[in-house]
């Protein structure tokens, strides 16, 4: 167990959490606002392809990252037109968005590179790997404290601050600030909304919206952060599990983010459950692998009590007349 609570594998948490974490808070904003998304899957895989793509071609993590925002809002919208504006399924149309990101990706990825569908390693001029290492240098001085101190908080990449501060800003936003009650009121009832004179329409696009600008932060993280290129399906499955994660929180900011690095946890210590025996058995290689998968169907087979969904999600609203 003391090696699991390892300096480096605590680092690996906080660095696997980090997409999990944005995508999860990207369902939050859109389901609050009675917008399921089944879609965060495509968004977050053609948000790091986006940002693989202009990152190799124009040299400029910035306007790569820029680039990842945009494409995601753009399916988000797309999302939002097909959900919002003409009342469709709302699952169906999350579905589309995970296949249209997924072929999308694999076509022009290949129309590009030529690689397979997967792009060139990024240059350094395009990643936004780490911290600043000279600035808090000194804390490596104070021996393995300092040195610990310094690689878990300040020795990350850009993401992993704005990943972790989102969380209590969506906190302050959604419980504390007009805005959010307002998107928190047209999830649970859009028609006393609508009669308060507040425009249904105008509130779920912008949720969102939130929802694809936090989506592409999460794409970038995998292309531009944690790896450096686009992988075909590097997202993985992230987008499901940070819906797991949502279920799980109970459409809740903090808990989420507690079970976001919960399933990062596992992920992280694969290698290190690898091999181990338990009871005289050691541990499959594969199961160590299927334990975040595992995990995310134990909880939504219902072992985390009643998570009650807003109640106008999924459900288009039609203005009465």
Same mark, same amino acid.
């Given at each position: 167990?003391?090696?699991?609570?390892?300096?480096?594998?605590?680092?690996?948490?906080?660095?696997?959490?980090?997409? *999990?974490? *944005?995508?999860?808070?990207?369902?939050?904003?859109?389901?609050?606002?009675?917008?399921?998304?089944? =879609?965060?899957?495509?968004?977050?895989?053609?948000?790091?392809? %986006?940002?693989?793509?202009?990152?190799?071609?124009?040299?400029?993590?910035?306007?790569?990252?820029?680039?990842?925002?945009?494409?995601?809002?753009?399916?988000? #919208?797309?999302? =939002? !037109?097909?959900?919002?504006? &003409?009342? +469709?399924?709302?699952?169906?149309?999350?579905?589309?968005?995970?296949?249209?990101?997924? +072929?999308?990706?694999?076509?022009?990825?290949?129309?590009?590179?030529?690689?397979?569908?997967?792009?060139?390693?990024?240059?350094?001029?395009?990643?936004?790997?780490?911290?600043?290492?000279?600035? &808090?240098?000194?804390?490596?001085? *104070?021996? /393995?404290?300092?040195?610990? !101190?310094?690689? *878990?908080?300040?020795?990350?990449?850009?993401?992993?601050?704005?990943? &972790?501060?989102?969380? /209590?800003?969506?906190?302050?936003?959604?419980?504390?600030?007009?805005?959010?009650?307002?998107?928190?009121?047209?999830?649970?009832?859009?028609?006393?909304?609508?009669?308060?004179?507040?425009?249904?329409?105008?509130?779920?696009?912008?949720?969102?919206?939130?929802?694809?600008?936090?989506? +592409?932060?999460? +794409?970038?993280?995998?292309?531009?952060?944690?790896?450096?290129?686009?992988?075909?399906?590097?997202?993985? =499955?992230?987008?499901?599990?940070?819906?797991?994660?949502?279920? &799980?929180?109970?459409?809740? /900011?903090?808990?989420?983010?507690?079970?976001?690095?919960?399933?990062?946890?596992?992920?992280?210590?694969?290698?290190?459950?690898?091999?181990?025996?338990?009871?005289?058995?050691?541990? /499959?290689?594969? #199961? !160590?692998?299927?334990?975040?998968?595992? #995990?995310?169907?134990?909880?939504? %087979?219902?072992?985390?009590?009643?998570?009650?969904?807003? @109640?106008?999600?999924?459900?288009?609203?039609? @203005?009465?007349?």
């Amino acid at each position: 167990m003391l090696e699991l609570l390892q300096v480096s594998n605590l680092d690996s948490t906080i660095r696997l959490a980090t997409p *999990l974490l *944005l995508a999860c808070l990207a369902g939050l904003y859109s389901e609050r606002s009675g917008v399921f998304d089944i =879609g965060l899957e495509g968004k977050i895989l053609i948000a790091a392809f %986006a940002g693989a793509a202009v990152g190799v071609t124009m040299g400029n993590a910035w306007i790569a990252l820029g680039a990842a925002i945009l494409t995601s809002v753009a399916f988000a #919208l797309i999302h =939002g !037109v097909a959900c919002i504006t &003409f009342r +469709g399924n709302q699952i169906v149309s999350g579905v589309a968005i995970n296949f249209l990101a997924l +072929g999308l990706a694999a076509v022009i990825g290949n129309a590009m590179f030529q690689m397979g569908g997967r792009s060139p390693q990024l240059p350094n001029e395009a990643r936004l790997q780490g911290g600043d290492r000279a600035l &808090f240098s000194w804390m490596e001085d *104070l021996g /393995p404290v300092g040195e610990a !101190v310094h690689n *878990l908080f300040f020795d990350q990449s850009i993401f992993v601050y704005l990943a &972790f501060a989102a969380v /209590p800003f969506t906190w302050w936003v959604l419980f504390r600030t007009r805005f959010g009650m307002r998107l928190r009121a047209v999830g649970e009832n859009p028609a006393a909304v609508d009669t308060a004179g507040i425009s249904v329409t105008g509130l779920r696009y912008r949720a969102v919206i939130c929802a694809g600008i936090l989506c +592409g932060l999460s +794409g970038a993280t995998l292309s531009m952060a944690l790896n450096s290129g686009y992988i075909n399906n590097m997202s993985a =499955g992230r987008g499901f599990i940070a819906l797991a994660a949502l279920i &799980f929180a109970k459409w809740r /900011p903090v808990q989420a983010m507690m079970a976001c690095l919960l399933f990062a946890f596992l992920e992280a210590s694969e290698s290190r459950l690898q091999g181990k025996e338990v009871l005289g058995f050691e541990i /499959p290689v594969q #199961l !160590v692998q299927a334990l975040p998968y595992i #995990l995310v169907v134990v909880l939504l %087979a219902g072992f985390i009590g009643q998570a009650r969904a807003p @109640k106008a999600g999924g459900v288009p609203y039609v @203005k009465e007349r």
